[in-house]
């Protein structure tokens, strides 16, 4: 089993993100900024190395905006955050298939990508705030 991970920015519309912020400043009034991205967790029935580069193409090309084909990344811009950021990532539940997944997946299998067996999808939240913060892990 292994899972690809792939990015694309902007998770909502701006003007949902900007609601978004409004309503995270009237938690905190020290935070600042709100960025977001959508993150595919595809996993894989055999290691990361099985699909050749003809298939990721496909699942590329699958899960890209038709109107912004490059906008899909391998990974993700939040690679380098500071002391004034935090990330927060909603979903996927591990624990079970959703039905959006099985779906996926019989799109991934009419289109010759069987080995893909779940696509599960999460919102990532870059939160920055006007000084550094200190989150506790829970």
Same mark, same amino acid.
């Given at each position: 089993m292994c899972i690809l991970r792939f990015f694309t920015r902007e998770a909502f519309s701006a003007h949902r993100t900007k609601e978004i912020l409004a309503k995270l400043k009237l938690v905190d009034v020290n935070v600042q900024d709100l960025s977001t991205e959508v993150c595919y967790h595809v996993e894989l029935a055999e290691g990361c190395d099985y699909l +050749?580069? +003809?298939?990721?193409? $496909?699942? =590329?090309?699958?899960?890209?905006? &038709?109107l912004q084909p490059h906008a899909l990344r391998n990974e993700s811009?939040?690679?380098?955050? +500071?002391?004034? =950021? !935090?990330? !927060?990532? !909603?979903? &996927?539940?591990?624990? *079970?298939?959703? /039905?959006?997944?099985?779906?996926? #997946? =019989?799109?991934?299998?009419? #289109?010759?990508?069987?080995?893909? #067996?779940?696509?599960?999808?999460?919102?990532?939240?870059? $939160?920055? *705030? +006007? =000084? /550094?913060k200190s989150v506790s892990k829970k």
């Open positions: +050749n580069i +003809n298939q990721i193409k $496909i699942l =590329q090309w699958l899960l890209s905006s &038709p811009m939040y690679k380098l955050i +500071n002391d004034d =950021q !935090i990330i !927060i990532e !909603i979903g &996927p539940r591990f624990n *079970f298939s959703t /039905a959006d997944s099985s779906n996926s #997946v =019989q799109i991934c299998e009419s #289109v010759g990508l069987h080995d893909v #067996v779940r696509l599960e999808v999460s919102t990532r939240f870059l $939160i920055t *705030f +006007n =000084q /550094a």
